[in-house]
């Protein structure tokens, strides 16, 4: 009688019943339709220009559209990192210490962590040498996506400018929420 080692025989593949169906692993989001995604848009503008950067950051992590589509995604994203860039770098750690410290305050940073990562993904996506259709970069450093305008990344200035930006409001995260946000996001199967 031959040796079988039963230690490698995967016995997922004999079982049917044992494969997760994607809808399963992936949370059911309702859709959302982009005027309501630009309506959110005016109104975290609108408490911007009356110098409430924190109400206005918070609409914006509260109110996440991940039922949108992909340019209502893309106008949300570039709604945050406007607010974002409208942030001065003393006001991050007490910010996010109070968005810390609220009853939602994990799930909070854990989504501006999501927008933090997207906005990198779209900095190192602006910044390659294969043009995007839709993206078209101006002098002044912002570019426009599908007519929204990209607040703090700054393709005509490489690596540099709008990076640092992301990079400062992640440093500051993490400092405040710890390494467990950046687990969270990586595993949370809902994208931004």
Partial sequence: MAAINYRLIDIDALDPESAFPAELLTPPCDPIPTSEIQALATHCR???????????????????PYGGDEQGKELHLGTV?????????????????????????TELLD????YLYKGMARHN???????????????????????????????????????????????KVVEIAGTGAIVRVMTDRRTV
């Fill in 125 to 171: 996506n602006s910044t390659s040498s294969v043009s995007t259709p839709g993206v078209s970069a101006h002098a002044t450093g912002v570019s426009s996506v599908s007519g929204a305008r990209e607040y703090g990344v700054a393709p005509s200035r490489g690596d540099g400018g709008g990076m640092s930006v992301l990079l400062s409001w992640h440093e």
């Fill in 81 to 105: 990192l406007e607010i974002l860039s409208s942030i001065k770098a003393v006001e991050m750690s007490p910010l996010l210490g109070r968005l810390y410290a609220s009853p939602s305050g």
């Fill in 46 to 64: 609108q408490l911007l220009q009356r110098g409430d950067q924190e109400a206005a950051l918070v609409a914006a992590l509260e109110n996440v």
């Fill in 111 to 114: 989504v501006l962590t999501k």
